[in-house]
């Protein structure tokens, strides 16, 4: 079973609206939750983290990424998108029962569009 | 420099030839990884390392071999390549704290033909 899912391999916003990638996890447990982006021939960075405490998390480039416990989720926003968005983002758990290894999702290439 | 860094960047090889991935930190990170990244598949976990000498299987660890006799290398093997294998494989580093943030490497994009 998957344990993260990433909904939408695709999105696409104007430049300026809002930004929203979704992030589902599978645990009866809340595991560790990430959000990572890939720029173009580039490796992976880390955007922001929730592992404890305040479940509104802030992240670097004006993101911020929300823990919903109730629905197992941990969607990415952010409120004006700027072309320099553009990229791959990946969301990645850690699930503290088991093998506790990071396992990410399939990932969301988010377009701009001027 | 500081940091993490692959080589090759690009290989083309042929089916049943062994190629190695080469991966360097200068962090002197407990844990390193190796990932390969295939469209609709996001990354997926074939080896990782939580000390010199110290390795375990990942996700997908079948036709692969690596090695960790120092800290800051751990280099990944195809012993004999397949066209399935043709992929970008990326390496990466963190400390030993299990929510410490991983840094990768810039891939190393391999095609197997």
């Known amino acids: 079973a998957q344990s993260v899912t990433q909904l939408g391999s695709h999105v696409s916003v104007s430049e300026g609206a809002l930004v929203l990638l979704r992030c589902n996890y599978s645990?009866?447990?809340?595991?560790?939750l990430f959000w990572y982006v890939q720029y173009p021939n580039q490796g992976l960075q880390l955007l922001l983290k929730?592992?404890?405490?305040?479940?509104l998390v802030k992240g670097i480039n004006g993101f911020e990424a929300e823990f919903k416990k109730s629905e197992t989720s941990f969607h990415l926003t952010k409120p004006s998108a700027h072309m320099s968005d553009a990229a791959e983002y990946f969301c990645?758990?850690?699930?503290?029962?088991?093998?506790?290894?990071?396992?990410f999702g399939q990932g969301t290439r988010l377009t701009i569009n001027p | 420099d500081a940091g993490i860094t692959q080589s090759p960047r690009y290989k083309i090889t042929e089916t049943g030839r062994q190629v190695t991935l080469m991966c360097h930190q200068t962090?002197?990170?407990?844990?390193m990884f190796w990932y390969r990244q295939d469209l609709g598949h996001g990354l997926r976990l074939i080896y990782y390392?939580?000390?010199?000498?110290?390795?375990d299987k990942g996700e997908v660890p079948d036709g692969y071999v690596v090695s960790r006799s120092k800290t800051e290398n751990f280099p990944l093997t195809l012993e004999s390549a397949t066209r399935s294998q043709t992929s970008v494989y990326f390496c990466?580093?963190?400390?030993?704290?299990?929510?410490?943030?991983?840094?990768f490497g810039e891939g190393s994009r391999l095609t197997v033909l």
């Open positions: 390392s939580a000390a010199a000498d110290i390795t």
């Open positions: 990645a758990v850690i699930l503290i029962q088991g093998a506790q290894k990071l396992v």
């Open positions: 929730y592992t404890t405490g305040a479940t």
């Open positions: 962090w002197s990170h407990s844990y």
């Open positions: 990466a580093s963190r400390e030993d704290t299990i929510t410490g943030e991983l840094f």
């Open positions: 645990s009866s447990v809340p595991p560790y």
